[in-house]
């Protein structure tokens, strides 16, 4: 099917979604020839890559120098139904992660590049979506700064996607429960984020949530926002919360091997906090026990999308955050979506994402299953079975 054609004689909606490199080595994703590297971002960490990133650290540090504040790095057309066209492209800031770091003091920098690139990329009837930490609320109180800022200026509406991704993880929080016949209490790092408060007080309706955070005071003032306030507790200390068998992550910390000490034997993980405070490399040496997921991503047909820049995804995948960009471009909406999620929201921005075909997806980081099939399979190298041995060793806690 010929993407570019399918929009003739249709309603064609805009919108850009604005994101930014997260690691060094992303910068070799703008040359094709590493363009596999979407699908298996892992690869780029293989030992016959190290030459290549003194270049790519270079890189990271020459941008900040750059005039212009961003890049176009993909234009494409998404015909999700045969009435709907979303004509969408991928703006990323010439910044990295490592620039968002409070240490180095580049805030007021980065925010002035944002403003500048949401003034350059905005037009009438286009949809303006922030992504990652473009986001976040100690820098631009999720769009809300942009807006307040630019005034008169903005031309179009300012969308966090926060509303559609907390609609997609409690989707997936709701999956994994009934696949894995869950019950129990909810561990929830990061609840007083804006997609965590959409999660503790829909969840404590029927579910005691472990809201593990050190700010009490904003604590009660989402405690006294829930309609079951007694449902949500107090968690300063997350290995308080050893006997839940579903953990959400909604904050980079506690991560690595303090997270992993406290999630007890068998529990489900499930992640939509950037970075994810885990990884499999992490999980399969440590608790194999565990299953990870990514829970705040979006499926779509790839048939219908000509999307070739992908973020580090496969391409019938999106986050979230871009999937409720494209939803509020697809239905037209003028409306901003900054700030804290509004709950009445939730619902019908997902009858709107089913209607387009975007469902939520679980990107698998570590099932326990993979664990039985790698020490069953056949293996005549022995360096593997080395391995596996000290790995059964050390978790099991006996001597091969």
């Not at 850009?16 to 080595?25: G, I, Q, T, Y």
């Not at 999937?323 to 997902?350: F, L």
């Not at 709107?352 to 190298?381: M, Q, Y």
Request: aromatic share 10%; net charge positive.
């Amino acid at each position: 099917m010929n993407i570019k054609n399918s929009a003739n004689n249709r309603d064609v909606r805009e919108c850009d979604f604005v994101a930014h490199r997260v690691e060094s080595r992303n910068k070799l994703l703008d040359h094709k020839c590493f363009r596999n590297f979407h699908k298996n971002p892992e690869k780029a960490k293989e030992r016959r890559f190290w030459p290549l990133l003194p270049y790519c650290w270079i890189r990271s540090f020459l941008v900040l120098f750059s005039k212009k504040p961003f890049d176009v790095v993909d234009e494409f057309i998404h015909a999700p139904t045969s009435e709907t066209v979303i004509r969408e492209r991928i703006v990323l800031l010439k910044n990295y992660g490592w620039h968002f770091l409070p240490k180095i003091h580049l805030q007021n920098f980065i925010k002035a590049r944002i403003l500048k690139t949401v003034l350059d990329i905005q037009r009438p009837g286009k949809v303006v979506g922030l992504g990652a930490l473009i986001k976040d609320h100690s820098l631009t109180q999720g769009g809300e700064w942009v807006v307040e800022q630019l005034g008169d200026r903005l031309v179009s509406p300012i969308v966090h996607g926060d509303t559609a991704t907390a609609g997609y993880v409690m989707e997936n929080m709701e999956k994994i429960m009934k696949t894995r016949k869950l019950s129990g209490p909810i561990a929830l790092t990061g609840p007083t984020s804006k997609i965590g408060k959409v999660i503790a007080k829909i969840f404590s309706e029927f579910h005691v949530i472990f809201c593990i955070t050190k700010d009490e005071k904003r604590f009660l003032k989402l405690q006294s926002q829930a309609k079951n306030p007694k449902n949500l507790v107090f968690c300063p200390n997350s290995r308080k919360a050893t006997g839940c068998p579903l953990w959400v992550t909604g904050k980079f910390k506690p991560a690595g091997k303090k997270l992993l000490s406290c999630i007890p034997q068998g529990a489900a993980v499930l992640n939509f906090a950037v970075p994810n405070p885990l990884n499999k490399k992490i999980v399969k040496a440590i608790r194999p026990d565990l299953f990870v997921a990514e829970a705040g991503l979006v499926e779509i047909d790839p048939t219908f999308s000509g999307q070739e820049f992908t973020m580090r995804l496969c391409p019938e995948f999106t986050y979230a955050c871009d999937g409720g960009t494209r939803i509020h471009a697809a239905m037209n909406w003028t409306h901003n979506e900054v700030g804290e999620v509004e709950i009445d929201q939730v619902s019908v921005v997902m009858e709107a994402g089913h209607n387009l075909g975007f469902e939520p997806h679980l990107e698998i980081l570590w099932d326990p299953a993979w664990h039985v099939v790698e020490v069953i399979a056949p293996r005549t190298d022995k360096w593997y079975w080395l391995k596996i041995k000290k790995g059964l060793a050390r978790n099991a806690g006996i001597f091969l």
